[in-house]
């Protein structure tokens, strides 16, 4: 999602001193005023406020948005909007903070769908509200349903035509079903409305970038990020976007970003994993996968990752254990067969020939075979009926 830095350039420079008929009383009760005004400003930019106010559930989570901390922003807007279903500020600020947290990292998807059930909810109580209407629309775009949220933005803006955010929609709306020219010329009239910056620059980022236009795609989300630069979800599109055109360091950098707002973060490690491994930069892409089974080690995807490059680096029996990590938790988190990685049974059986291991080969073959008994499943992996060349199966023998 995008880095940019920018330096101001102050001049300081010595004024010539006049001669004036002001009163020294006079002076000195402006400079007191203007003391006074700038104490007040400061205590309110340095959160100088009232108990009650810092104690207020919106305001610590709008705090928390600033600062980039989605699960303080989540926990807090949540409470301010169970307090008063009929405050829209929290609930869009709730809904907002659920779907960007819902991209930052692997396993916090569900939030798409948390969110959908809130402004579902939300709507059911008051489908007149051209804000609802917009919010509800722009969660259903998050969750795959285009077609209803185009027609639900359509309807905010019948409301209301300086809607930006059901014009932001509507314009991922129309992305996500293949009408580029569209999506472009919605997110840039949401631009052009000049609120909500960020989610219409996205937008507009995200048009320009299906339409193959990837340099302007990052001038877009770099002023989106300059207006939120904690935002992480952001640098991971400003990432792909360099990627598209062949910049590895940018997409580096901006992955790097992530982990310096979130250290923890395992997404940014596994991009990192695959961006090391383009570049055939094996050591980093396996130091990169290690780092994510360490932090996620119930994720099946980073153990196939880090399986598929022990093998690239000729290490067969690492490239095997991680390989069976990933197809042993797929079986057990019930992933459907269709859905698994194919990948962490044939390239396992690979590994397993190389290595002669011929009981795991022939055990891994067989639950193929039975797993390929659902249509879901595409791919191949046959053998002779008589089983490896190197590995044989050896027909049972009748007792004499």
Same mark, same amino acid.
């Given at each position: 999602?995008?880095?940019?830095?920018?330096?101001?350039?102050?001049?300081?420079?010595?004024?010539?001193?006049?001669?004036?008929?002001? *009163?020294?009383?006079?002076?000195? /009760?402006?400079? !007191?005023?203007?003391? $006074?005004?700038?104490?007040?400003?400061?205590?309110?930019?340095?959160?100088?406020?009232? =108990?009650?106010? $810092?104690?207020? =559930?919106?305001?610590? %989570?709008?705090? %928390?948005?600033?600062?980039?901390?989605?699960?303080?922003?989540?926990?807090?807007?949540?409470?301010?909007?169970?307090?008063?279903?009929?405050?829209?500020?929290?609930?869009?600020?709730?809904?907002?903070?659920?779907?960007?947290?819902?991209?930052?990292?692997?396993? $916090?998807?569900?939030?798409?769908?948390?969110?959908?059930?809130?402004?579902?909810?939300?709507? *059911?109580?008051?489908?007149?509200?051209?804000?609802?209407?917009?919010?509800?629309?722009? !969660?259903?775009?998050?969750?795959?349903?285009?077609?209803?949220?185009?027609?639900?933005?359509? &309807?905010?803006?019948?409301?209301?035509?300086?809607?930006?955010?059901?014009?932001?929609?509507? #314009?991922? +709306?129309?992305?996500?079903?293949? *009408?580029?020219?569209?999506?472009?010329?919605? *997110?840039?009239?949401? !631009?052009?409305?000049?609120?909500?910056?960020? &989610?219409?620059?996205?937008?507009?980022?995200?048009?320009?970038?299906?339409?193959?236009?990837?340099?302007?795609?990052?001038?877009?989300?770099?002023?989106?990020?300059?207006?939120?630069?904690?935002?992480?979800?952001?640098?991971?599109?400003?990432?792909?976007?360099?990627? @598209?055109?062949?910049?590895?360091?940018?997409?580096?950098? +901006?992955?790097?970003?992530?982990?310096?707002?979130? =250290?923890?973060?395992?997404? #940014?490690?596994?991009?990192?994993?695959?961006?090391?491994?383009?570049?055939?930069?094996?050591?980093?892409?396996?130091?990169?996968?290690?780092?994510?089974?360490?932090?996620?080690?119930?994720?099946?995807? /980073?153990?196939?990752?880090?399986?598929?490059?022990?093998?690239? @680096?000729?290490?067969?029996?690492?490239?095997?254990?991680?390989?069976?990590?990933?197809?042993?938790?797929?079986?057990?988190?019930?992933?459907?067969?269709?859905?698994?990685?194919?990948?962490?049974?044939?390239?396992?059986?690979?590994?397993?020939?190389?290595?002669?291991?011929?009981?795991?080969?022939?055990?891994?073959?067989?639950?193929?075979?039975?797993? +390929?008994?659902?249509?879901? !499943?595409?791919? $191949?992996?046959?053998? =002779?009926?008589?089983?490896?060349?190197?590995?044989?199966?050896?027909?049972?023998?009748?007792?004499?």
């Amino acid at each position: 999602m995008r880095i940019q830095r920018r330096s101001s350039r102050l001049s300081f420079r010595r004024q010539p001193q006049r001669s004036g008929c002001f *009163s020294w009383t006079f002076l000195l /009760g402006m400079l !007191v005023g203007a003391a $006074t005004m700038s104490w007040q400003w400061m205590g309110q930019r340095l959160q100088f406020a009232s =108990p009650s106010d $810092t104690q207020n =559930p919106f305001t610590q %989570a709008m705090r %928390a948005f600033e600062r980039g901390d989605l699960d303080t922003t989540v926990e807090q807007a949540r409470a301010a909007y169970d307090a008063n279903p009929d405050d829209e500020n929290a609930l869009l600020l709730l809904v907002r903070a659920l779907i960007y947290r819902s991209y930052a990292d692997y396993n $916090t998807a569900a939030d798409r769908e948390l969110a959908l059930d809130i402004t579902g909810e939300a709507l *059911s109580r008051d489908n007149q509200s051209s804000r609802r209407l917009a919010i509800h629309a722009y !969660v259903l775009q998050a969750n795959g349903q285009p077609a209803e949220a185009a027609r639900l933005a359509d &309807e905010a803006l019948r409301l209301d035509g300086q809607n930006t955010l059901a014009r932001v929609a509507k #314009a991922l +709306a129309y992305a996500a079903v293949g *009408s580029f020219e569209v999506a472009l010329r919605e *997110s840039q009239l949401a !631009v052009q409305q000049g609120d909500w910056i960020v &989610e219409s620059q996205r937008a507009v980022a995200i048009s320009y970038s299906d339409l193959g236009d990837y340099r302007r795609a990052i001038q877009a989300i770099e002023i989106a990020i300059s207006h939120h630069r904690y935002l992480t979800p952001l640098y991971y599109e400003r990432a792909l976007y360099a990627m @598209q055109l062949g910049n590895a360091d940018d997409a580096t950098s +901006a992955y790097y970003q992530v982990l310096t707002y979130d =250290p923890d973060n395992v997404k #940014a490690r596994m991009r990192l994993c695959e961006l090391s491994s383009l570049l055939r930069e094996r050591d980093a892409a396996i130091r990169h996968c290690g780092e994510v089974t360490q932090r996620a080690p119930e994720w099946a995807n /980073g153990w196939h990752q880090l399986g598929m490059e022990y093998f690239m @680096q000729g290490d067969f029996a690492a490239a095997q254990r991680a390989l069976n990590q990933c197809s042993t938790l797929q079986v057990m988190q019930n992933v459907p067969p269709g859905e698994r990685e194919f990948e962490c049974w044939y390239v396992q059986g690979q590994a397993a020939e190389i290595l002669g291991d011929c009981p795991s080969l022939l055990a891994l073959y067989t639950e193929f075979r039975l797993m +390929a008994q659902d249509p879901a !499943v595409r791919e $191949t992996w046959l053998y =002779p009926p008589e089983g490896p060349a190197s590995c044989p199966v050896v027909p049972a023998t009748k007792p004499a």
